[in-house]
């Protein structure tokens, strides 16, 4: 009987710890750890959540960098998912998109997808109106990082991006470090080097609702850019080398405008060229990281996000391609602009246009980029 009663225990013990294995780990924002759990390309995906003091709460995931939810309280107290994304990792394999990917090699648009370095001539992927844009038809927002939890607020993405991976030259080891602090932010810093000269330009493609509700479009959100100028753009949405001041201008952020107010005035070149805003601002916060550079509010929620750079610019995307075709977490369909992305950066095309802030990394020097996204309440 002693030894019946081993076995029995033995067992119920097995079953116990098996079952304890088993129990899925679920978000404030209600996704399940278990939905991000596979093997891209060989390599293990997962979903991981920081937390910090306030209750706030970062979901990310390793494919592509990404933030897949944000929890921030609103005017309320009420906590909100204020960034669009998947519920799943296959979502996110189904339905190419950039919905909060840490964008690499190069941020934005490249002219043709020719860039010319130490003399040599290098022709990468034409994905986007026979421009590259965002790193090619497989840059690292379809990649699979290296993820590293550093604690409950802080977690490091790695990745080694080879000589020639959609045409770009040299092996580029890069990092990216999200740390979610006690004051509702979250810092953003980038980290790369080089066997090769090349070029970098990273950022984070987190596509912004501040209602919490993607059914609502963002044209009542009020948005400030502290910028006095801008670089237009033509038909293809590539960046015409002019530097445009907004004064006058429906690009003309610096006092807090909604941003549905002058949006659909296709009259205005820039914004039938870029179907709504799809621009690059010239920062006057000349890379200085503790000063504010743009701020979006929600008027219905009260939630502000402030959003602060050591860039020289900041693209500010309105959702204008969202067709109406996605649905994204709990089956909300995403129509178009449902939401704003900020993207802090250098300027689009800079590789070939040498007279504006450089995007070259040579062997030995140290790329750093920095952004931080400050949430905050205003009743």
Not at 80 to 91: C, H, T, Y
Not at 225 to 232: G, R
Not at 313 to 332: D, E
Request: net charge positive.
């Amino acid at each position: 009987m002693r030894k019946l009663g081993l076995i029995i225990g033995l067992v119920l013990f097995i079953s116990c710890t098996a079952n304890r294995k088993a129990v899925d780990i679920v978000s404030a924002s209600g996704l399940k750890q278990s939905n991000f759990q596979t093997i891209v390309d060989g390599k293990k995906t997962s979903l991981f959540i920081l937390k910090n003091k306030n209750k706030m709460e970062v979901c990310l995931t390793n494919f592509g960098g990404r933030i897949v939810s944000i929890m921030v309280p609103d005017k309320d107290g009420k906590m909100r998912d204020v960034v669009l994304g998947f519920d799943s990792i296959q979502d996110y394999i189904k339905y190419p998109t950039d919905f909060g990917a840490s964008i690499g090699r190069y941020a934005n648009r490249i002219n043709k997808g020719k860039i010319t370095i130490d003399g040599v001539n290098y022709q990468l992927p034409q994905n986007n109106y026979g421009h590259c844009l965002h790193g090619g038809f497989k840059g690292f927002q379809y990649q699979v990082y290296d993820a590293k939890q550093i604690n409950d607020q802080k977690i490091e993405f790695s990745y080694l991006s080879k000589d020639l991976e959609q045409g770009f030259p040299g092996n580029l080891t890069c990092k990216v470090t999200f740390s979610l602090t006690d004051d509702n932010a979250i810092d953003i810093q980038y980290e790369a080097s080089t066997d090769k000269t090349t070029i970098v330009n990273m950022t984070n493609h987190s596509y912004f609702n501040l209602d919490g509700d993607p059914s609502c479009l963002n044209t009542d959100y009020l948005l400030t850019i502290n910028a006095d100028s801008y670089t237009p753009v033509d038909s293809t949405f590539m960046t015409t080398g002019e530097i445009l001041p907004v004064e006058g201008t429906d690009m003309d952020f610096r006092v807090s405008t909604a941003v549905g107010a002058r949006i659909n005035n296709y009259s205005f070149r820039q914004l039938k060229n870029g179907n709504g805003y799809d621009h690059n601002w010239v920062l006057n916060t000349k890379e200085d990281i503790t000063r504010k550079c743009a701020s979006l509010k929600s008027p219905k929620t009260g939630i502000v996000l402030d959003v602060y750079t050591n860039e020289p610019g900041i693209q500010v995307y309105t959702g204008n391609f969202l067709h109406g075709t996605l649905h994204g977490k709990k089956g909300i369909v995403y129509k178009q602009r449902a939401a704003v992305c900020l993207e802090t950066q250098k300027y689009p095309d800079s590789p070939n246009k040498p007279e504006w802030p450089s995007a070259i990394l040579k062997p030995g020097e140290k790329y750093f980029s920095h952004c931080i996204f400050r949430f905050s309440t205003n009743k």
